[in-house]
């Protein structure tokens, strides 16, 4: 598994939202120079959280983006189901994928699929207020 770099600009852009909650929609403008994305890259990002509900957008004057919710009812699992193709380790694991003929005699099977609740559990624990906590050596996130 590999996770994008829309997967991670997504991460980017909501931490970013997280810690400017207090002031209302925020420009696109504002989120793309403070996280150094282009704003047509962007755009394609913010489409896809409004569009699944997790932020709000308002247009015209005094509008931008906004987190629908508390940071901490963000699932990182959450952000990333929407950017990625698939968060499974290999292919006969991930939630869609035609039924294996090889399965019955899978030797790796288990290990696929324990990988896979492993990176689920994992990723469905750490939120968006998680990853706004600064750490011991700075205050600065690079994702």
Wanted: charged share 25%; hydrophobic share 40%; net charge neutral.
């Amino acid at each position: 598994m590999l996770i994008s770099t829309k997967g991670r600009y997504a991460l980017r852009v909501m931490i970013d939202l997280a810690e400017h909650q207090s002031e209302g929609f925020i420009p696109l403008k504002v989120i793309a120079e403070r996280q150094e994305i282009s704003e047509k890259y962007l755009e394609s990002i913010m489409k896809l959280l409004v569009k699944s509900y997790l932020v709000n957008g308002l247009r015209g004057k005094g509008g931008g983006y906004r987190l629908t919710k508390a940071p901490e009812q963000y699932a990182v699992s959450d952000i990333l189901q929407l950017t990625e193709e698939s968060l499974a380790p290999v292919a006969c694991v991930d939630p869609g994928a035609s039924s294996c003929p090889r399965m019955a005699e899978c030797r790796t099977i288990s290990l696929w699929q324990g990988l896979n609740r492993v990176i689920r559990e994992y990723l469905g624990s750490v939120t968006i207020a998680d990853l706004m906590k600064s750490n011991a050596d700075g205050d600065n996130y690079v994702i």
